[in-house]
């Protein structure tokens, strides 16, 4: 059973940079075929994807973001990580990894969630 | 980008219900669409891929049909549980875009 858990900080400055992480338990982030998603939920509102890194570290974003998200893994850690730059306060969210499997296209694990403020 | 329309927004409905939620794509997506039911404080969970394919653990009240532009999401008898927001996901093309929500309510 393959478990995802995220964290980071609960509360970021606008401008400054948010850095979260995911740690996989129960299956390899290296494993064929698997797929590591950032999707974030502001707070009332409906699902963003923000992209993916791929088993072979393959990256794709979504391009409606621009370029301020960047997502990275460790694989020695089992980890991976979206990093935000300049945040604003419509970056204010519950921000979610998940894992897809074969294409891409359905993430079906997920973690809990972390609620990232975004707050001067 | 493909957009996700779903509808209603809201319904209200008591247990023992068939309740009936209906998501439209911008173009079409073939059977590249998923069904997920999030609670409260929760993450989304996965019910339905490729419009039909019910993902494993899932009752099988909850069924997926469609193809192309326009899909269903059906509760046959609504439970306790059920009461819950629903969002389809387009996995025609990236960025995986979403529905903006149905919320299931009791009535």
């Known amino acids: 059973q393959v478990q995802l858990q995220e964290s980071g900080p609960g509360l970021v400055k606008p401008s400054q940079t948010l850095s979260l992480t995911c740690t996989v338990s129960g299956g390899s982030i290296s494993s064929r075929d698997s797929y590591w998603s950032w999707i974030r939920q502001p707070p009332g509102k409906g699902l963003e994807w923000i992209g993916y890194i791929s088993y072979s570290g393959k990256t794709y974003y979504n391009p409606s973001l621009k370029s301020r998200f960047t997502i990275s893994a460790d694989t020695s850690k089992n980890q991976f990580s979206l990093k935000v730059s300049s945040v604003n306060v419509a970056d204010t969210a519950v921000y979610y990894c998940a894992r897809s499997y074969g294409s891409g296209s359905y993430p079906d694990y997920w973690g809990q969630g972390t609620l990232v403020t975004v707050s001067s | ?107």
């Open chain 2, 1 to 107: 980008d493909i957009q996700m329309t779903q509808s209603p927004s809201s319904v209200s409905a008591s247990v023992g219900d068939r309740v009936i939620i209906t998501c439209r794509a911008s173009q079409g997506i073939s059977s590249w669409l998923a069904w997920y039911q999030q609670k409260p404080g929760k993450a989304p969970k996965l019910l339905i891929y490729a419009a039909s394919s019910l993902q494993s653990g899932v009752p099988s009240r909850f069924s997926g049909s469609g193809s192309g532009t326009d899909f269903t999401l059906t509760i046959s008898s609504l439970q306790p549980e059920d009461f819950a927001t629903y969002y389809c996901q387009q996995a025609n093309s990236f960025p995986l875009t979403f529905g903006g929500g149905t919320r299931v309510e009791i009535k």
